[in-house]
Nanobody, 121 residues
């Protein structure tokens, strides 16, 4: 399976922006759909965004639609999550995943270690 590692998290004030990266290695990156999920302390893991293997289809959770953008560069084997107009409720550990094009975590086979995003008010 593809191996994934996230980066780009950090501390930002409300209204600011961050760009998360998910770098893949191993088997063909372009054969997998990619997703981003997040989990805040004491809460269940939440779907954020997904992109198809070709990049032609994208889907976002209502809570981030219009603020976040998912993209991928298959030549660089990298998946991105651009996060704009961040809100304190966006604070969570963000994880990237590879697998089927889905909003369900169980449909993704491979996961990165996660990166912390903290948004202050």
């Amino acid at each position: 399976q593809v191996q994934l590692v996230e980066s780009g998290g950090g501390l930002v004030q409300a209204g600011g922006s961050l760009r998360l990266s998910c770098i893949a290695s191993g088997r063909s990156f372009s054969n997998y759909a990619m997703g981003w999920f997040r989990q805040a302390p004491g809460k269940e893991r939440e779907f954020v965004a997904a992109i198809s293997w070709s990049g032609g289809s994208k889907f976002y959770a209502d809570s981030v639609k219009g603020r976040f953008t998912i993209s991928r560069d298959n030549a660089k084997m990298t998946n991105y999550l651009q996060m704009n107009n961040l809100k304190p409720e966006d604070t969570a550990v963000y994880s990237c995943a590879a697998g089927a094009y889905s909003v369900r975590a169980s449909d993704f086979n491979t996961w990165g270690q996660g990166t912390q995003v903290t948004v202050s008010s």
